[in-house]
T-cell receptor, first 116, second 111 residues
Framework: EAGVVQSPRYKIIEKKQPVAFWCNPI?????LYWYRQNLGQGPELLIR????????DSQLPKDRFSAERLKGVDSTLKIQPAELGDSAVYLC??????????????FGQGTRLTVV | LAKTTQPISMDSYEGQEVNITCSHN???????ITWYQQFPSQGPRFIIQ???TKVTNEVASLFIPADRKSSTLSLPRVSLSDTAVYYC????????????FGSGTRLQVQP
C-alpha cells in the first residue's frame, strides 16, 4: 500500500512568490495534518482536517497561508506571498478514523521549501 | 495538551541498550504516550504507543510507571541505523487527535 505522498519534494522560490504543496494521504484515512518543521526543531502543526473540515487551524498564519481538502482526500497547502522565514520542510500526515485503536499517524517525506 | 520534556541529545555505541526518558507531569486521564522516530530528510515514523505499564513490539519497549508522569523508551542493542531524533508525544488517543511534537532527543550511535 502506498504511503502518504507529497509533491514536490523540493522547491526553491524567490520571496513574494506563491507556492503550493500537494498531499495524497493513505486511502481511508480521514484525518490529515500539515506540519512545518524548521531545522533542528520538531514538527509544528499548521492545520488538521477531519474529512474536508479543518478542525484545528489555530497555528496557521492565515494572512499568507491557506489550505484546502475539497473532497476529503487530497489536500493542498499554499503560501502567498512567501517570505524568507517560510523556508522549512512542510510535512503532511494522515491517520485512521477517530475511535479506532490504532491512531498512529503516517507521514510523507515532506517538501523542502527554500525561499531566496 | 500535556507538555513533554526529554533530553536534547544522547550518545551510545552499537550493541548497547538505550533508554530515553520523557517527563509529562500534566498527562490527562485519556492521554496516550506515543514515540516517533525521525531520520534526516524523512518524516517522523511511529515507533510505539502505550497507556500504562509496559508495551513491547519488534522495535522497542515502552515503560510507563503507575503515575504515568514519565515514560521510558527502550531500544535494545542499538545499531548505527538507530541514529535519529526520537520524539515523545502525549495526547494521541481517544478524544485527542492533535499531535504535538517537542524538540525531541537526538540519538547518536557510534561504532
Amino acid at each position: 500500500e502506498a504511503g502518504v505522498v507529497q509533491s514536490p519534494r523540493y522547491k526553491i522560490i524567490e520571496k513574494k512568490q506563491p507556492v503550493a504543496f500537494w498531499c495524497n494521504p493513505i486511502s481511508g484515512h480521514n484525518t490529515l495534518y500539515w506540519y512545518r518543521q524548521n531545522l533542528g526543531q520538531g514538527p509544528e502543526l499548521l492545520i488538521r482536517y477531519e474529512n474536508e473540515e479543518a478542525v484545528d487551524d489555530s497555528q496557521l498564519p492565515k494572512d499568507r497561508f491557506s489550505a484546502e481538502r475539497l473532497k476529503g482526500v487530497d489536500s493542498t497547502l499554499k503560501i502567498q506571498p512567501a517570505e524568507l522565514g517560510d523556508s522549512a520542510v512542510y510535512l503532511c500526515a494522515s491517520s485512521s478514523p477517530w475511535g479506532q485503536l490504532n491512531t498512529e499517524a503516517f507521514f510523507g517525506q515532506g517538501t523542502r521549501l527554500t525561499v531566496v | 495538551l500535556a507538555k513533554t520534556t526529554q533530553p536534547i541529545s544522547m550518545d551510545s555505541y552499537e550493541g548497547q541498550e538505550v533508554n530515553i526518558t520523557c517527563s509529562h507531569n500534566n498527562i490527562a486521564t485519556n492521554d496516550y504516550i506515543t514515540w516517533y522516530q525521525q531520520f534526516p530528510s524523512q518524516g517522523p515514523r511511529f515507533i510505539i504507543q502505550g497507556y500504562k505499564t509496559k508495551v513491547t513490539n519488534e522495535v522497542a519497549s515502552l515503560f510507563i510507571p503507575a503515575d504515568r508522569k514519565s515514560s521510558t523508551l527502550s531500544l535494545p542493542r542499538v545499531s548505527l541505523s538507530d541514529t535519529a531524533v526520537y520524539y515523545c508525544l502525549v495526547g494521541v488517543g481517544t478524544g485527542r487527535r492533535a499531535l504535538t511534537f517537542g524538540s525531541g532527543t537526538r540519538l547518536q550511535v557510534q561504532p
